[in-house]
């Protein structure tokens, strides 16, 4: 059976045939990617406490923590920017429960964009609130109403060096306008843009799948790490599953 992996949605408010109302929505794009990388997405709507997280967490073998609005930087100690919008505080408490949860069973985790920095502020970091006022542009922003593109390097590192192989810029699709800044325990940066932002995270031990990029992959061509990500979510689960049947598989 193919892995499954549980991805992360927004809570906000939706058209629904004339009239508003709430609802758990995520990018098509999201799921597409994970089912062409031959996993099987299920969607993990905010609300829930740490005790729902955990035993989420505990039936998946994989998670996608997607992008979204900024986090409330209350979380990691730091003032709102005055171009800092909190709008999502469920989805702040559910996604970090997420994330601590997936750390703490070794679950495979790719955190995209904002899923960058909830792992980054699960794990004890801190993020820049507003990139502009560290690098004088606005190329990492995107537009208004979409995405743009910057080039990003990966230097180092093993996890996402040897997906997505290679010393030279490439182009990524982008739409952020905050970042990691102090590292969180246990994470080791490993790609930038040549700006000097942190691009992608993972961690620091070769111990399981732990991922964060700023960019949206989802939104490229490049599938390689929701490809990846299935391929260690098979692995978990295979190991899972001798775990659960030692006698059985050891032909007692």
Not at 101 to 129: S, W
Not at 181 to 193: P, S, Y
Request: with cysteine; glycine share 12%; charged share 20%.
């Amino acid at each position: 059976m193919a892995p499954t992996i549980g991805i992360t949605t927004y809570h906000t408010s939706a058209n629904w045939r004339g009239w508003s109302e709430d609802g758990a929505l995520l990018p098509w794009r999201y799921v597409t990617a994970i089912r062409n990388g031959g996993g099987r997405p299920v969607l993990l709507p905010p609300g829930g406490d740490a005790a729902e997280a955990e035993a989420t967490v505990a039936v998946l073998d994989g998670v996608v923590i997607a992008g979204g609005a900024d986090i409330d930087p209350a979380i990691y100690g730091a003032s709102r920017h005055p171009k800092t919008a909190v709008t999502a505080p469920d989805r702040d408490r559910w996604e970090l429960a997420i994330a601590e949860a997936a750390i703490r069973m070794r679950v495979p985790l790719l955190g995209i964009c904002r899923g960058m920095q909830v792992l980054n502020v699960a794990c004890g970091g801190t993020l820049v609130q507003h990139v502009p006022d560290l690098v004088g542009h606005e190329a990492h922003s995107g537009t208004t109403e979409g995405f743009g593109t910057h080039k990003v390097r990966v230097t180092s590192g093993r996890t996402v060096a040897g997906i997505l192989p290679g010393a030279e810029y490439f182009e990524v699709p982008t739409h952020h306008h905050q970042a990691v800044d102090k590292l969180g325990d246990g994470l080791t940066a490993v790609a930038w843009a040549d700006d000097g932002i942190i691009e992608a995270v993972e961690a620091a031990t070769p111990d399981g799948f732990i991922v964060g990029v700023q960019w949206h992959p989802e939104q490229g061509e490049d599938m390689r790490l929701f490809a990846a990500l299935v391929a260690a979510a098979e692995m978990y689960a295979s190991e899972q599953a001798v775990q659960s049947f030692p006698p059985l598989l050891a032909g007692a």
